[in-house]
């Protein structure tokens, strides 16, 4: 019996040749060319670390593909596209699958997106420059509005496995996020850290001093407290307070008339005048000795045995003379 010819004894091993045959003619047009010359691709349930490969001969791009991410994509080109192209092509393709790119020193790591953010990459701070499909951590500080507040209002825009933080100490929110929802937050940002629209008004302070109230007022002010859902509540207010120490005044502004006006009461309420003098009386006393009935009197305010308080009650009621300053006065 003759032996059967090798392609029908190695079925799987013409399957793979198969695959390689489909990277190779993806990539056909042109065969030989400029850099700048485009390239067809056409991968049809290509092996994900095949078409990687391809695209690293294309772009000059190094890779490293982690063990856990397995498939296959699917990419095609009606015409040529540039080789500039190729590359945003497979991260968006990579993104369908739940995959990402991270960049970091010249090489590009193809990792679960669920785990991307542990692996590092690349950090931005302000207007963001990165686009399309590549995962990128960008810190924006915010001028107005508090980051903690807003961060409630921008968690559900946010991507499936990616993130968002507040950093109230610099009044920031730390993003991870692919590169074009970043963007597209970081406009809403924009939108909604304005400054407050309403004219500032100048509070005069009588009696009180303009810059304890200041002090005062903003500690007041500072966010305590949440709403439904853990969302701050009506005590985050923006509120800008100015001390004008010169004529003793506080220059108050805020977006809402509303918030002015609230201010503007809790200062008539602090604004008030203090007892002449403080709380410091003098009592002339007739009989006793000053010195020994304070010393009687500290000896109450403290808790003193009754052992004590009788020693010190017999001293003091000795005949003398003399004032006694003390700072329980009342009204």
Same mark, same amino acid.
Request: glycine letters at 8%; proline letters at 7%; a neutral charge.
């Given at each position: 019996?003759?032996?059967?010819?090798?392609?029908?004894?190695?079925?799987?091993?013409?399957?793979?040749?198969?695959?390689?045959?489909?990277?190779?003619?993806?990539?056909?047009?042109?065969?030989?060319?400029?850099?700048?010359?485009?390239?067809?691709?056409?991968?049809?349930?290509?092996?994900?670390?095949?078409?990687?490969?391809?695209?690293?001969?294309?772009?000059?791009?190094?890779?490293?593909?982690?063990?856990?991410?397995?498939?296959?994509?699917?990419?095609?080109?009606?015409?040529?596209?540039?080789?500039?192209?190729?590359?945003?092509?497979?991260?968006?393709?990579?993104?369908?699958?739940?995959?990402?790119?991270?960049?970091?020193?010249?090489?590009?790591?193809?990792?679960?997106?669920?785990?991307?953010?542990?692996?590092?990459?690349?950090?931005?701070?302000?207007?963001?420059?990165?686009?399309?499909?590549?995962?990128?951590?960008?810190?924006?500080?915010?001028?107005?509005? !508090? *980051?903690?507040? @807003? =961060?409630?209002? +921008?968690?559900? /825009?946010?991507? #499936?496995?990616? $993130?968002? &933080?507040?950093?109230?100490?610099?009044?920031?929110?730390?993003?991870?996020?692919?590169?074009?929802?970043?963007?597209?937050?970081?406009?809403?940002?924009?939108?909604?850290?304005?400054?407050?629209?309403?004219?500032?008004?100048?509070?005069?302070?009588?009696?009180? !001093? *303009?810059?304890? @109230? =200041?002090?005062? +007022?903003?500690? /007041?002010?500072? #966010?305590?407290? $949440?709403? &439904?859902?853990?969302?701050?509540?009506?005590?985050?207010?923006?509120?800008?307070?100015?001390?004008?120490?010169?004529?003793?005044?506080?220059?108050?502004?805020?977006?809402?008339?509303?918030?002015?006006?609230?201010?503007?009461?809790?200062?008539?309420?602090?604004?008030?005048?203090?007892? @002449?003098?403080?709380?410091?009386?003098?009592?002339?006393?007739?009989?006793?000795?000053?010195?020994?009935?304070?010393?009687?009197?500290?000896?109450?305010?403290?808790?003193?045995?009754?052992?004590?308080?009788?020693?010190?009650?017999?001293?003091?009621?000795?005949?003398?003379?003399?004032?006694?300053?003390?700072?329980?006065?009342?009204?």
């Amino acid at each position: 019996m003759e032996p059967r010819p090798p392609a029908f004894r190695r079925p799987l091993a013409g399957a793979v040749l198969a695959g390689l045959l489909a990277v190779a003619l993806a990539l056909a047009a042109p065969a030989v060319g400029a850099a700048d010359d485009p390239v067809t691709l056409n991968f049809v349930n290509a092996d994900i670390e095949a078409v990687v490969k391809a695209v690293a001969e294309i772009t000059g791009r190094n890779f490293v593909v982690d063990p856990k991410v397995k498939g296959t994509i699917n990419i095609i080109s009606a015409r040529p596209v540039a080789r500039n192209l190729v590359y945003p092509t497979l991260l968006s393709a990579l993104r369908l699958q739940g995959f990402t790119a991270i960049e970091s020193d010249g090489v590009v790591k193809i990792v679960p997106e669920a785990e991307a953010k542990q692996q590092g990459g690349a950090v931005g701070r302000g207007a963001v420059s990165a686009t399309g499909d590549q995962l990128v951590t960008q810190v924006i500080t915010l001028k107005y509005e !508090s *980051a903690a507040q @807003l =961060v409630n209002v +921008l968690r559900p /825009l946010i991507t #499936p496995n990616n $993130t968002i &933080a507040a950093y109230p100490n610099s009044n920031a929110l730390v993003i991870t996020d692919y590169a074009d929802n970043v963007r597209r937050i970081d406009r809403i940002i924009a939108a909604l850290d304005q400054a407050p629209t309403g004219e500032p008004i100048l509070v005069p302070v009588r009696h009180a !001093s *303009a810059l304890d @109230l =200041v002090q005062m +007022l903003n500690r /007041l002010l500072e #966010p305590s407290g $949440t709403g &439904a859902g853990g969302v701050p509540g009506d005590t985050q207010q923006r509120v800008i307070l100015v001390a004008d120490p010169r004529s003793n005044s506080i220059i108050v502004r805020a977006d809402n008339p509303g918030r002015v006006t609230r201010v503007r009461q809790l200062i008539e309420q602090l604004d008030t005048p203090g007892r @002449l003098g403080g709380n410091i009386f003098i009592i002339y006393l007739k009989n006793a000795e000053a010195s020994r009935v304070a010393q009687t009197l500290r000896a109450l305010l403290s808790g003193g045995s009754d052992a004590t308080l009788q020693n010190v009650n017999s001293a003091a009621l000795a005949p003398a003379t003399g004032g006694l300053a003390t700072g329980l006065g009342g009204a």
